[in-house]
């Protein structure tokens, strides 16, 4: 189970975090508009024999969203750089998704931060990036921030469905949009469309080429979200990088093959 229960002072935001298992660390890292939830079929395999440490991204999930809170790719970097101090974690293996991709290669890159190993799943990371939805929000976001209840439900269930190649019943989504839901969670799934900006990527792509640890990347053969090519343009920027296409999973493994998360951490983290 995957439940964020403790929390953590970040410069005066709260992070909300958590652990669970024994063993060799590894640190989850999600994207958006997910939390810390999306783990929730991978992590109790890889807790077996490994400690899981994880948390939900600031203004994301049970952490903290206020209004004016710079919720961008350029702190969520910081924002991991301090809960792996915090966690007094040196070298860990890390799994990182979608934007949570952009956030570890930008907290190794900028902050120093080192990982043993880093498995990328369909992470933001080169050019282009941003769903059709995000570009229309991105240029409208005062138009949807205010829209009622029922009309923010149906845009979620639709947008997160989107992200999966199979089905999902309203039990697997109501988990992904009620973080998004009422005064505050609505205005800040908006604010962290509005703060999505290229130039966080852009500031670190010339750098992957002195990545300093093994990097392997899964990619969804489905994923609508961002193009396979793009992984393709990826693993080619970064050393000694692999590239596995999982067939019938589109942006959202985690609900689509978790098995496949499952499998290639054991793997690649054993070395």
């Known amino acids: 189970m995957i439940l964020p229960t403790q929390r953590f002072d970040w410069n ?3 992070i909300a975090w958590g652990s669970v298992g024994s063993g060799p660390a590894i640190v989850l890292v999600h994207g958006t508009p997910f939390s810390s939830h999306v783990w929730h ?5 890889l807790a077996r024999d ?31 750089a301090a809960m792996l101090e915090f966690w007094k974690l040196d070298r860990p293996n890390v799994i990182a998704h979608d934007f949570g991709g952009a956030t570890a290669l930008r907290a190794h890159l900028i902050n ?21 939805f995000v570009q229309h929000i991105l240029r409208h976001e005062s138009a949807f921030a ?32 009620e973080p998004w839901a009422g005064p505050v969670g609505q205005p800040a799934f908006y604010r962290q469309i509005a703060q999505m900006d290229q130039r966080f990527t852009d500031e670190v792509e010339p750098l992957y080429g002195a990545f300093r640890c093994p990097v392997a990347l899964l990619w969804g053969e489905e994923d609508r979200w961002i193009s396979p090519q793009s992984g393709a343009k ?36 054993a070395g």
């Open 12 to 14: 005066g935001t709260m």
């Open 41 to 45: 079929r991978v992590a109790p395999e």
């Open 50 to 80: 490994h400690t899981l440490y994880f948390y939900d991204l600031p203004g994301y999930g049970q952490s903290e969203k206020r209004e004016g809170q710079d919720v961008s790719l350029g702190t969520q970097n910081k924002a991991l």
């Open 112 to 132: 120093g931060c080192n990982y043993e190993r880093l498995l990328l799943v369909d992470p933001v990371a080169v050019r282009p990036w941003g769903s059709p």
């Open 146 to 177: 205010g829209v009622p209840d029922y009309i923010q439900a149906a845009i979620l269930k639709a947008y997160i469905a989107g992200a999966a190649a199979k089905p999902l019943s309203d039990g697997d989504l109501q988990p992904y949009i």
């Open 234 to 269: 990826l693993a080619a920027m970064l050393p000694d990088c692999s590239l596995t296409l999982i067939p019938g999973s589109g942006h959202l493994m985690q609900e689509d093959a978790p098995e496949a998360i499952v499998a290639a951490a054991l793997r690649f983290f």
